[in-house]
């Protein structure tokens, strides 16, 4: 890829691998105590899992799919009150394909399985278990109505069910969504129709988290073109370095981001709402079913979500993005942009501004497929209220740990087995 592709255009990765190397071919040979070592090194990576739970009795939720239904009703033997879909794209571990002993242990690790219909980069739905590590994988969960059957339900079935340690999960990414896209507001803790066994599952896994990351996006942020891109701001700014969201679940996570990034970190966009208010709801969530939790751990995410240019899931798709971002910077015409434009109307053209017009693109910051993790407290303090009080937000100070994806080879299959990789 990299001598096809300008630097600039090069997606930063901590693993430069090199598609040449030669096979080791006496792996087998090696004492099975070094091999099973091996295995569970290569498995011992973290993923980010989405899933959205849909209430089996609510007929606004829509059905659950109903190809290969038999098979997923085989699977469902716990009396689960709602259906779950993940993107399988990448989702479950190649080692369940390469051995039988990697199989194995594959199966050891992922000690946690649960139904899920799996959803293809084709948009085909298949009925699969989903395998889960809770020590090493985070859950993104988006709940529909009710809470009652979708997220006190699951996660009652995966403290007490699922796991046969009874851990449940230890890890969790928490989006507005989570927190406010359902009924949850609404539910009393006393209420006595709810089911006491389920709530105290539910307390306790939340109370035993180790780990929550607040989840956010923004659309903007990587080109701004003053307010030429609707943000209150004359600058024109490239942020290349900010990371850009990919649909792949398996992430390397780096304690600070080893790129050259400290310039770029003066001029954030994050969007115009209050990012503290998905973290105030989260403690109003905790207090009002009265749990304590002084030992979680808490990271906010931010990421570009490339959605208005083009989704990334693999090498193919990212190249493509880097190189619409590129025309658009450059004011190239370009066939698959002609939507954003205005008739009759000129954006300024970014490279030609003062400030990039004489910028060496085999300097720049390579992008990353990824994600950035701050310390919550470069928000603001959460009793303040309102939204930001500058577009741009200086981040310099608080240098921020990356999360990383190594981009896999586009699967052109339409089958819920694009789902395996990382």
């Known amino acids: 890829m990299a001598m096809h592709y300008p630097h600039h255009q090069q997606p930063f990765t901590p693993h430069q691998v090199q598609t040449d190397r030669p096979n080791f071919h006496c792996f087998p040979l090696l004492p099975k105590e070094l091999r099973l070592k091996i295995w569970e090194f290569a498995l011992s990576r973290s993923r980010i899992i989405h899933l959205r739970l849909k209430d089996l009795q609510d007929p606004r939720a829509g059905p659950a799919p109903t190809t290969d239904a038999a098979e997923m009703s085989r699977m469902t033997t716990n009396n689960e009150r709602f259906w779950i879909s993940a993107d399988g794209h990448q989702t479950l571990s190649k080692m369940f394909c390469v051995s039988r002993e990697a199989r194995e242990e594959a199966l050891s690790f992922y000690r946690v399985r649960f139904p899920c219909w799996f959803r293809s980069v084709a948009g085909v739905m298949k009925p699969r278990m989903l395998y889960f590590n809770p020590e090493h994988d985070f859950l993104r969960i988006s709940p529909e109505w009710s809470v009652k059957n979708t997220l006190f339900n699951f996660l009652h079935l995966l403290k007490t069910t699922y796991d046969p340690r009874h851990i449940g999960l230890r890890n969790l990414v928490v989006s507005n969504y989570f927190l406010a896209g359902n009924d949850w507001e609404l539910i009393d803790p006393s209420d006595p129709d709810l089911d006491r066994g389920t709530i105290e599952s539910f307390k306790g896994l939340l109370k035993n988290l180790n780990e929550v990351f607040f989840f956010s996006t923004t659309l903007a942020g990587r080109q701004i073109l003053g307010i030429h891109s609707s943000i209150w701001t004359d600058e024109i700014v490239y942020n290349c370095s900010f990371p850009i969201q990919v649909n792949v679940s398996t992430f390397d996570r780096l304690p600070r981001d080893p790129r050259r990034i400290g310039e770029d970190l003066k001029r954030v966009f994050i969007g115009t709402h209050d990012h503290r208010h998905t973290i105030r709801l989260w403690y109003r969530r905790l207090n009002k079913f009265s749990i304590s939790a002084p030992t979680i751990k808490y990271k906010w995410y931010i990421a570009f979500d490339p959605q208005n240019i083009a989704r990334v899931s693999d ?105 395996v990789g990382g």
């Open 315 to 419: 090498i193919e798709t990212a190249r493509k993005f880097m190189q619409l971002e590129d025309s658009i910077w450059n004011g190239i015409d370009h066939p698959d942009l002609r939507s954003l434009e205005l008739p009759g109307y000129k954006f300024p053209v970014g490279a030609q501004s003062e400030r990039y017009k004489k910028e060496d693109l085999e300097t720049a910051v390579k992008p990353a497929f990824g994600f950035w993790l701050f310390p919550i407290d470069v928000l603001g303090p959460l009793e303040e209220e309102g939204g930001p009080a500058t577009p741009l937000w200086d981040f310099s100070k608080n240098w921020p740990e990356l999360g990383v994806v190594s981009l896999p080879e586009r699967r052109r299959t339409g089958n819920a087995l694009d789902a």
